[in-house]
């Protein structure tokens, strides 16, 4: 026993200056904005858990921006830089088949003639469209110069086709940017491809275009009243009713706003729609669409003292379809446009208020010096903006037949009065972590027991997906954001560029320049086995079936044998649901029992560990018949580790319990026992053992902290085992706490850790570090022959 009494002595001293200046460094970092989610997931334990596959590229330079999912054959189609690969929706990883589709040679050098550097001069697949039931269209930058082709895929999964259809590659002006950087959104629909993008080699030209094979329809050139710099970033064709002829195409962008004096000003987010029949005009508008129409999305959060604060620039925005097609939920997800404040903000638009904004009146202004009202003199027939069909009276079978007037009134007020405001007039959703970018967005509709929820997949520029679920209050007209789970999809952080959902498979495809990972929606047996566990996870997905936490199938799906299922994904109120199934002095009796030795005056860490984030722990001291909570002081500091004591006393020395409350609902977590020795008795048995036992007590120190009954450790990086990565941990932990200086962390390590050959010494004298079996101590007897110590394994 005193050899792992000297062990803990020697740890302290190094685990307490560590402790200290992560509190320091804890206090200083913390926003009183972060929020914690509720667990996190490392991709080492992602991968461990089954939860993901992950397609490195097989070298290839991959453009993950440009991916498609085909349920139908059950691939995943990714561009790349001169490869199209098609990956299995069951494992990404396996069997990827490839497409090479590389620039010429001639192509190569005449690009590099026109003043561009070799690496832009190559094939960059940026869109990639289902043609149709058998056929892909794939367009490359073609090193500067656009092509096209249609891929074969087959009809069923069966035909495991993939290859070009012959003769088939044709230009790709119009369809595809020729920078391998600008920015593009398109959607395909009855073979006609509707696409928002820079169509000239300078990037001059924004401009939103259809193409078939007979003609090319588009916005008008150098007009800025239409587009002034776009940036495109999403685009649906979204019927209005049944008349297939009143379809619109909806194109979502930024632009800049042009103030009076023509010199530009504020980005802004818009939403623009043309008609998808739009034929353009018979002797004006020629080729270019007669219903072109855009108005403001507005994104945006009241302020205290009046002034809201606007979230004007879109990064990303995901089509939620539901079972009515007219009316699928637009989810965008924005930034501030300020330099000093960059916070991001998830809007919800409702089709109906953005057709309302649409059928309001149009914006007008007398000058470009005065403010913009709403045009209140007589609309010519039939109003700008709609579309040649039955449902608009049929009085026209094509724009063509729109007379002038009405052209020229739809060419000089392209812009409607009336913003869109999302609904509840307010974000669902607000980040302002400081550090951290938001870029892609992904929704899920799951039915849960209490009502349907959006599951939000927000993916950000450190290879993260933070799946986040709203929780609407409509009595206090508020809004709750639960960060359900923080998933570190890649090793390595890189700005996720795509997130794509199958519902389906339940399952996310989630692109970044370093991979393509798959990444199951949920892992409800993750949370715990008990009822508590399950309910306190709010997890849609995901109920208490009386045994464990597994899937929640609404009534119907499964008619035979349902169980009783325990979800409350609103309240999370496992006090409600849960703790009649145990009562409390079972969970007493079942809570994980350990044993601490400790030195009277060295620093001792009771460590303690909840697996969920936003767990509020609380500690107690038993002694005798009484239990009280241990508030903490300047001796005694509660942190996310664990008690912390910085002097022992003698008269610490008791059972400690650490209990977590998290909604109200108690969990007794486990009991310390924590001994405490008299300073001299250490001393006498550390001069008795000698110096060679005194290197051996330090080499045993060596192990870092043994991870908690979490196995989502907080974000400090300590592996699941402790031994022989312990080395690893505290340096890890130095630099992560900002102590920068690499070169005294690694002198500073070798001081603390003894070198290989004392290690394989003292491994010789004591056997395995760290080997030992984590019984649960039954008594006191049996547990001074096992302890399982805090810090000491
Ligand atoms: C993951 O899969 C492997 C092999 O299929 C299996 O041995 C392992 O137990 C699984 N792990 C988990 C946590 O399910
Ligand atoms: C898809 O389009 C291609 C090219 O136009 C055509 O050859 C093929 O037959 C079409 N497939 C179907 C199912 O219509
Ligand atoms: C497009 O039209 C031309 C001429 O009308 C025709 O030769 C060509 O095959 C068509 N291409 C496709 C892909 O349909
Ligand atoms: C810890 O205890 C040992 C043995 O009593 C003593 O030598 C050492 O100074 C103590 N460390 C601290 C930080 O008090």
Redesign the pocket.
């Known amino acids: 026993m005193s050899v792992s009494v000297m062990m803990a002595a020697c740890i302290r001293t190094v685990y307490l200056s560590l402790m200290l200046l992560y509190l320091v460094l804890l206090g200083m970092t913390h926003t009183a904005h972060s929020i914690y989610p509720r667990i996190r997931l490392s991709h080492k334990e992602l991968w461990q858990l089954n939860r993901t596959w992950v397609f490195q590229g097989h070298g290839a330079s991959l453009q993950p921006q440009t991916m498609l999912l085909d349920e139908g054959h059950e691939r995943l189609y990714v561009g790349a830089k001169n490869i199209l690969f098609s990956l299995s929706l069951d494992r990404v990883n396996t069997h990827p088949r490839e497409i090479q589709w590389a620039s010429t040679e001639s192509q190569i050098e005449e690009c590099m003639m026109k003043g561009r550097e070799k690496p832009e001069c190559a094939n960059y697949l940026k869109v990639l469209q289902q043609y149709n039931q058998t056929h892909l269209l794939v367009c490359g930058t073609g090193a500067f110069n656009p092509i096209c082709a249609?891929v074969k895929v087959g009809h069923t999964v069966q035909d495991r086709l993939f290859a070009f259809e012959d003769d088939?590659v044709?230009s790709g002006r119009g369809r595809c940017p020729y920078d391998p950087n600008s920015p593009c959104t398109s959607t395909l629909s009855r073979g006609e491809l509707y696409i928002g993008l820079y169509t000239d080699y300078w990037e001059n030209d924004g401009a939103l275009c259809r193409l078939n094979?007979?003609t090319f329809t588009r916005t008008e050139r150098n007009d800025r009243q239409q587009l002034n710099e776009p940036k495109f970033v999403g685009s649906a064709v979204i019927p209005d009713n049944d008349d297939r002829d009143d379809d619109k195409v909806y194109f979502f962008f930024t632009e800049r706003e042009v103030d009076a004096e023509g010199v530009n000003k504020a980005v802004y987010t818009r939403v623009g729609r043309v008609c998808a029949n739009d034929q353009g005009g018979q002797r004006m508008l020629v080729n270019r669409w007669s219903s072109f129409l855009k108005t403001r999305l507005i994104c945006s959060v009241a302020g205290p003292n009046g002034i809201d604060t606007h979230f004007d620039d879109l990064e990303d925005l995901f089509v939620l379809s539901t079972k009515d097609d007219k009316n699928p939920e637009i989810f965008g997800l924005f930034s501030t446009t300020s330099a000093v404040f960059k916070g991001y903000a998830v809007c919800v638009y409702h089709m109906e208020d953005i057709r309302a904004a649409f059928n309001g009146p149009f914006a007008y202004r007398e000058r470009p010096e005065h403010h913009w009202t709403p045009y209140e003199d007589k609309v010519p027939y039939p109003r700008p903006g709609s579309c040649a069909s039955q449902v608009n009276g049929g009085g026209f079978s094509s724009s063509k037949e729109f007379p002038d007037e009405v052209l020229r009134f739809v060419r000089s007020h392209p812009a409607m009065y009336r913003p869109v405001l999302p609904q509840h007039h307010r974000p669902v959703l607000l980040q302002t972590e400081p550090g951290r970018k938001l870029t892609q967005i992904a929704v899920d509709r799951v039915q849960a027991q209490d009502g349907h929820y959006h599951v939000l997949y927000i993916g950000t520029d450190d290879s993260v997906v933070l799946k986040f679920i709203t929780i609407y209050n409509k009595d206090t007209d508020t809004m709750e954001e639960v960060l359900l789970e923080e998933l570190q999809v890649f090793k390595m952080p890189a700005p996720i560029r795509e997130i794509l959902i199958s519902p389906k498979r339940q399952q996310l495809y989630v692109g970044s320049e370093v991979g393509v990972a798959q990444v199951r929606l949920h892992q409800c047996a993750l949370y715990g086995s008990e009822c508590a566990d399950c309910c306190l996870a709010r997890d849609p997905y995901c109920a208490w079936d009386g045994l464990t936490c597994s899937r929640y199938y609404p009534a119907g799906v499964y008619t035979k044998s349902r169980r009783f299922r325990r979800q409350d994904v609103r309240h999370g109120n496992a006090v409600q649901l849960c703790n009649g199934l145990q009562i409390d002095d079972e969970k007493w009796q079942r809570a994980e029992e350990r044993f601490v030795y400790s030195v009277e005056s060295n620093s001792t860490l009771l460590e303690c560990v909840p697996r969920s984030l936003q767990a509020k722990v609380l500690w107690f001291l038993q002694k005798e018949e009484e239990r009280h909570e241990v508030r903490g002081d300047e001796r005694v500091i509660m942190t996310s580790h664990g008690l912390l004591f910085l002097r022992v006393k003698s008269s610490d020395a008791g059972v400690y319990v650490c209990q977590t409350v998290e909604h109200g609902y108690v969990h007794t977590l486990l009991r310390v026992t924590l001994h405490v020795l008299r300073g001299e008795r250490v001393e006498s048995a550390m001069t008795r053992n000698g110096d060679e036992e005194k290197a051996a007590v330090q080499c045993h120190a060596s192990i870092g902290p043994s991870p908690g009954p979490s196995i989502s450790p907080r974000s400090l990086g300590q592996p699941s085992v402790p031994g022989q990565h312990s080395k690893l941990w505290y340096k890890d932990f130095l630099q992560l706490i900002g102590y920068g200086d690499a070169q005294r962390v690694e002198e500073y390590c070798e001081r603390v850790w003894c070198s290989d050959k004392k290690r394989k010494k003292i491994k010789r004298k004591y056997g395995p570090l760290g080997g030992e079996k984590r019984g649960k101590g039954r008594g006191d007897e049996n547990s001074h022959r096992a302890p399982r110590h805090t810090l000491v394994t």
């Open positions: 249609l088939s044709m094979n007979q």
